[in-house]
């Protein structure tokens, strides 16, 4: 039995937007900067996707950049802002951003730029009034990630981005887990900036978008032909691009379903695991993406047992999961989101996240949680797990 829980990371591609893909790639795939017939229909595919894109988070479709995905998107917010002023200035994230915001914010402060990051209550999120004293009057801008990919928890961004917006500062949101999984309104949202990606709501991998609210400037990043309103010159991936914008319409109509089906797994699957004395459930259980469940292993100093343990036991039972820890030079790094949380370092290293998708069966949540619980009773038989206080 295989089953996949890892759809934060990535979602399969669904097969109306690889429909949509091949048809542009065989039949419009001139170069949208042509004048030609050719480039013309490239055109219309490329402004008939970024018009499903748009009306998935109710925007102009003129305010819809594409980029080459997440990453890009928020990089292009945070470097695309910066730019524009000849002086170091202020800028505030949160301490649970996604590396794309916490490796551009990384890089401005060591050019001088002045980053404040934002503390997180134990369940990862951001206190209101944190914000408006974090504000100087040099803060040209604000970036607070919406859904949390590794811990699951939905910020108060109304809420933010408002004091962000009385103060003049501009405001960018990491939307990339929330779109297609909560309805996302541009138009009553005070935000200036929001990042998407493909990818993440069944559509192709290698595209983005970011959201540019009218009358908000930009430097782009990349010098060259001038593309996306000069914003992100390069010949656009059109045939991809309409998959996205095909995967966009799909998730908007499909919101309304969808969205109470994820949440009604979510929560049977951190019901049947509730009783396990080795998972501490991390991120808010209230303020929470609809198919995020995520737990920390609690086990006693001196135990090898980590969130990679556990992901490479679950894929030998064929589900896949995901880990919260990073690897790198072969070195187990603590997560800093966790970290940011107040958890140890050991702790830290013992995050393991399952995310559902369209394709989650309540069967999928029922055998999950048996081989979960059949893996951690054999790891503490094996290993001398014991209980202990975080």
């Known amino acids: 039995m295989q089953i996949y829980l890892d759809y934060s ?11 949509r893909w091949h048809a542009v790639l065989t ?27 748009a009306a998935l988070i109710n925007a102009p479709p003129d305010s819809i950049v594409f980029t080459s995905g997440g990453t890009e998107s928020d990089n292009l917010a945070l470097c695309g802002i910066a730019r524009q002023y000849s002086a170091p200035q202020h800028l505030i994230v949160s301490s649970v951003e996604h590396s794309a915001v916490t490796e551009p914010a990384r890089q401005l402060e060591r050019q001088g730029w002045q980053v404040t990051w934002l503390p997180v209550n134990r369940q990862g999120r951001v206190d209101p009034s944190d914000l408006q004293t974090a504000l100087r009057p040099n803060t040209v801008l604000v970036s607070i990630i919406y859904g949390q990919s590794e811990i699951g928890t939905l910020q108060p961004i109304e809420v933010l981005g408002q004091i962000a917006r009385d103060h003049g500062a501009r405001f960018h949101t990491d939307a990339v887990q929330v779109a297609g999984r909560l309805p996302l309104d541009v138009q009553r949202l005070p935000v200036d900036l929001l990042s998407l ?7 192709p991998q290698g595209v983005g978008a970011l959201y540019v609210r009218p009358g908000v400037a930009l430097a782009p990043l990349l010098g060259g032909g001038g593309q996306e309103q000069g914003l992100r010159s390069g010949t656009q991936a059109v045939g991809a691009i309409a998959g996205f914008g095909m995967a966009a319409e799909l998730a908007a109509r499909e919101l309304p379903s969808e969205t109470p089906r994820l949440v009604s797994l979510r929560d049977r699957l951190f019901d049947q695991l509730a009783d396990v004395p080795d998972l501490i459930p991390t991120g808010d259980r ?11 292993l609690r086990h006693a100093d001196g135990q090898a047992l980590t969130g990679r343990t556990l992901v490479r036991q679950m894929n030998l039972a064929g589900i896949g999961i995901s880990a919260g820890s990073a690897c790198n030079s072969g070195k ?21 996240r399952l995310t559902l998708g369209r394709y989650t069966t309540e069967a999928d949540i029922d055998w999950t949680a048996i081989a979960l619980r059949q893996i951690l009773d054999r790891l503490a038989a094996g290993q001398g797990l014991q209980q202990s206080v975080v």
């Not at 979602?11 to 690889?18: F, K, L, N, Q, V």
């Not at 013309?40 to 018009?51: D, I, K, P, S, V």
Request: hydrophobic fraction near 35%; include cysteine; aromatic fraction near 6%.
């Open 9 to 19: 990371a990535t979602t399969p591609t669904r097969p109306e937007a690889i429909a």
């Open 27 to 53: 039949q419009q795939w001139g170069n949208p900067s042509s004048l030609h017939q050719w480039g013309q229909r490239a055109t219309e595919a490329l402004e008939l996707a970024r018009a499903q894109v």
């Open 197 to 203: 990606s493909s990818h993440k709501l069944y559509g």
């Open 286 to 296: 209230l303020h929470r993406l609809p198919h995020h469940v995520s737990f920390c």
């Open 332 to 352: 187990l790094q603590p997560s800093p989101v966790l970290r940011a949380m107040g958890l140890g370092d050991r702790q830290a290293t013992g995050g393991i």
